[in-house]
């Protein structure tokens, strides 16, 4: 079964620290996204990537396809960045699909 | 450009009836996908079409139906409403598929089955 597990499930942070947020899947992938999701539902898609390390503005996205597992960093973290952030992966034959992890709240505090 | 637009944005409903939920991505994509979201299964994939074609399926019963025009523009439709069906339906485009281009996500339809 192709699964995709998040953690954590819930971070709480200080304004300006630093946030690790990772992601693991059961199978090789053909892509893997990170998705932001504010309260009220909105969903943005903040990357997608196969291989190596995107970087945009304070976040940053890792995938090791070795290991199965992304990681999405944000830096100087601040309360505009409480949200919740969900990964998501497409799979050889289903690249027309996503399959989705359960999410990480993030609550970055003033 | 316009962003992705689901209509409508919030509808309320009553077990046995069914509803159409409609979605018009962004101009120039060709591929829509629906989700379903709720508290307990988070997001879920219902369907993606393709030049009016379904190109692929989740695993929702048959009373989860959609379709895509000419325009692009998609259309799902649930019938015979379950109080379980209450979820945020979202709608996302892409130029060709989730492997290759990210999606973009509409507002969503809430929908409440009482």
């Known amino acids: 079964k192709n699964e995709v597990e998040q953690s954590p499930q819930n971070l709480t942070a200080q304004e300006g620290e630093f946030i690790t947020i990772n992601c693991s899947y059961s199978v090789g992938i053909s892509a893997l996204h990170w998705l932001q999701q504010h309260p009220g539902g909105g969903i943005v898609s903040l990357f997608m990537l196969s291989s190596g390390k995107k970087k945009h503005g304070r976040l940053i996205a890792t995938i090791n396809i070795q290991e199965k597992h992304s990681s999405l960093h944000i830096t100087a973290s601040h309360p505009r960045d409480s949200a919740v952030y969900i990964c998501a992966v497409s799979w050889g034959g289903s690249n027309y699909k996503l399959t989705f992890g359960k999410g990480t709240l993030l609550t970055v505090n003033p | 450009k316009a962003g992705v637009t689901q209509t409508p944005r919030y509808l309320i409903k009553t077990r046995g009836q069914q509803v159409t939920l409609s979605c018009s991505p962004i101009?120039?994509?060709?591929?829509v996908s629906w989700y379903q979201q709720t508290p307990g299964q988070g997001l879920q994939f219902l369907f993606e079409y393709f030049s009016e074609t379904q190109r692929n399926k989740g695993n929702f019963p048959g009373r989860f139906s959609g379709r895509q025009f000419s325009n692009s523009r998609s259309e799902m439709n649930v019938s015979t409403l379950e109080l379980g069906d209450s979820a945020l339906y979202l709608c996302?485009?892409?130029?060709?598929?989730?492997?290759?281009?990210?999606?973009?996500f509409g507002a969503g339809t809430r929908l409440s089955v009482l």
């Open positions: 996302a485009s892409s130029p060709v598929d989730v492997a290759k281009n990210i999606q973009y």
């Open positions: 101009s120039g994509h060709r591929s």
